[in-house]
C-alpha cells in the first residue's frame, strides 16, 4: 500500500505570495493533518481534516487554511508568506478507527518550503 | 494543556552501547504517548506507542519505552546501539477527549552513533 505523497517536495516562493500544497493520504484514510517543522519551534501541529471539515486547529494565524476533498485528499494554503514561513511542512493521515487520540499517524516525506 | 519536554537535544553513543533518549510529559488527563524517528530529509516514522494497556512497549528496530505515571515519564531505550539509529528522535502526547488527532511534540533528540 502506498504511503502518504506531498507535492511538491520543494518549493521556492517570495515574500508576498500564497503557496498551495498538497497531499494524498494512505488509501482508506479519513483523517488529514497537517504539521510545521522549523529549527526554531520544531514540530507544531496545524490543523486536522476528517470527513471535509477542519475538526481541530493549532494557533497559527489565519494566513494558514487547508480544506479537505471527498478523497481525503487535503491541500494547504499560505497566504501573504514571510520569511518565517520557511519550514518542512508535514502531512499525516491516519484511519481514524477510535478517534479518541489514540490512533497512528502516518507521515508523508514533507515539503519544503523556502521563503526569499 | 499537554506538553512534552524531552531531556537533551543531541545525544552520542558508541555502537553497541546503549541507547536512553528522555521524555517527560505533563497532561492534565491520561496521556497516550508515542515515539516517532525521523531521518534525514524524510518525515516522521512511528517507533511505537501508548495507549494505556501494557505499561512497558516494545517497538520496531529493537527500541521499547516504558510509561511511568509517578515520574510522569515515557523514556525510550535501545539496549545496543547500530550506526543506522542515527536520525532525530521526537516523543509526542496526546490525550482522550483530544477530539481527534492533535500531537504535541517535544523539541527532538538528535542521536549520533560513534564506530
Known amino acids: 500500500k502506498a504511503g502518504v505523497t506531498q507535492t511538491p517536495r520543494y518549493l521556492i516562493k517570495t515574500r508576498g505570495q500564497q503557496v498551495t500544497l498538497s497531499c494524498s493520504p494512505i488509501?482508506?484514510?479519513?483523517?488529514v493533518s497537517w504539521y510545521q517543522q522549523t529549527p526554531g519551534q520544531g514540530l507544531q501541529f496545524l490543523f486536522e481534516?476528517?470527513?471535509?471539515?477542519?475538526?481541530n486547529k493549532g494557533n497559527f494565524p489565519g494566513r494558514f487554511s487547508g480544506r479537505q476533498f471527498s478523497n481525503s485528499r487535503s491541500e494547504m494554503n499560505v497566504s501573504t508568506l514571510e520569511l518565517g514561513d520557511s519550514a518542512l511542512y508535514l502531512c499525516?493521515?491516519?484511519?481514524?478507527?477510535?478517534?479518541?487520540?489514540?490512533?497512528?499517524?502516518?507521515f508523508g516525506p514533507g515539503t519544503r518550503l523556502t521563503v526569499l | 494543556a499537554q506538553s512534552v519536554t524531552q531531556l537533551g537535544s543531541h545525544v552520542s553513543v558508541s555502537e553497541g552501547a546503549l541507547v536512553l533518549l528522555r521524555c517527560n510529559y505533563s497532561?492534565?488527563?491520561?496521556?497516550?504517548l508515542f515515539w516517532y524517528v525521523q531521518y534525514p530529509n524524510q518525515g516522521l516514522q512511528l517507533l511505537l506507542k501508548?495507549?494505556?494497556?501494557?505499561?512497558l512497549v516494545k517497538g520496531i528496530n529493537g527500541f521499547e519505552a516504558e510509561f511511568k505515571k509517578s515520574e510522569t515519564s515515557f523514556h525510550l531505550t535501545k539496549p545496543s546501539a547500530h550506526m543506522s539509529d542515527a536520525a532525530e528522535y521526537f516523543c509526542?502526547?496526546?490525550?482522550?477527549?483530544?477530539?481527534?488527532?492533535?500531537?504535541?511534540f517535544g523539541g527532538g533528540t538528535r542521536v549520533l552513533v560513534k564506530p
Open positions: 499525516a493521515s491516519s484511519l481514524l478507527i477510535a478517534g479518541d487520540g489514540t490512533d497512528t499517524q502516518y
Open positions: 488509501s482508506g484514510h479519513r483523517s
Open positions: 481534516y476528517f470527513s471535509e471539515t477542519q475538526r
Open positions: 497532561s492534565s488527563v491520561p496521556p497516550y
Open positions: 501508548y495507549t494505556s494497556a501494557a505499561t
Open positions: 509526542a502526547v496526546s490525550s482522550f477527549k483530544a477530539a481527534g488527532n492533535k500531537l504535541t
